[in-house]
C-alpha cells in the first residue's frame, strides 16, 4: 500500500476522535466534515453522456464542501470526503481500461488543490497521475463570469497536450462541471495528440448542464 493511501487512513482514523464543525451546518460531527443529517441531503447526479461521470450536484451541503475544499484554509479534510466522492463516481468506468489521469490545469501553478485531490484519487483507483501531459499555456477570463460562448471562446488554445497520450484512454478529472466548455477543451486536446478515448471525471455537476 503506497504513503497516500496510509495517510488517508491514518487521518480517517485520528478524525474520529476529534470533534469538528460539519462545513455545512456548523454542528459538531466526528470524523466527517459534514454531520449525518448534512450528508442525506447529498443529491447524487444523473449523467447521461457515457463518457461522463459526476457524483453530486453542486447544491447545499455537496457545494459547501467542495467550497471549502478550493477556497477554505482548513480543507485538507474535506478532501478525503471529496476523494470518497469521485471513488464512488469513477464505478461508472468501471468497465474502462484507463491508461493515466490528468487533471484540468491551472496557469503556472502545478501544485493545485484539484491536483493534489486528483493524486490521491489516483493512488486508490490505482490509475497512473501523469499532470504534466496536460498543461495551461496561457491565462484566461474566469469562467463563471462569462456566457456559454464566450466561455467556450475564451478557451480555445488554451491548453497544451503531450504527444505521449496518444493511443491512450485518458480520465480527466475536474472539481465542477458547469457548461462542460472546460471538459470539452481539455478533451478536444488530447485527442488532437492522438488519445484513443477521454472519460471525465468530476466531484459536483450544476443542475442546468
Ligand atoms: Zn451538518
Not at 128 to 153: A, G, M, N, W
Amino acid at each position: 500500500m503506497n504513503l497516500l493511501k496510509n495517510l488517508y487512513f491514518l487521518r480517517r482514523y485520528l478524525a474520529s476522535f476529534f470533534t469538528y464543525r460539519c462545513v455545512s451546518c456548523g454542528k459538531n460531527v466526528r470524523g466527517n466534515c459534514l454531520c449525518k443529517n448534512c450528508a442525506e441531503k447529498l443529491l447524487p447526479a444523473v449523467i447521461p453522456p457515457e463518457n461522463l461521470s459526476c457524483a453530486y450536484y453542486y447544491d447545499g451541503p455537496a457545494k459547501e464542501t467542495v467550497v471549502c475544499y478550493k477556497f477554505g484554509e482548513n480543507y485538507d479534510f474535506c478532501r478525503d470526503t471529496i476523494c470518497d466522492w469521485l471513488l464512488s463516481a469513477f464505478k461508472k468506468f468501471s468497465g474502462e481500461k484507463i491508461d493515466i489521469a490528468v487533471c484540468v490545469p491551472s496557469f503556472k501553478n502545478e501544485n493545485s488543490r484539484l491536483a493534489e485531490l486528483s493524486k490521491e484519487f489516483c493512488a486508490f483507483a490505482e490509475i497512473p497521475f501523469e499532470p504534466s501531459v496536460l498543461k495551461k499555456i496561457r491565462e484566461t477570463e474566469k469562467q463563471h463570469k462569462l456566457s456559454y460562448d464566450e466561455r467556450r471562446l475564451n478557451l480555445v488554445g488554451a491548453f497544451k497536450a503531450e504527444s505521449s497520450v496518444s493511443g491512450k484512454t485518458v480520465l480527466l478529472i475536474d472539481d465542477i462541471y458547469t457548461t462542460g466548455s472546460t471538459a470539452l477543451e481539455c478533451s478536444n486536446t488530447l485527442y488532437e495528440k492522438g488519445a484513443e478515448k477521454v472519460l471525465v471525471l468530476t466531484v459536483l455537476k450544476t443542475k442546468l448542464s
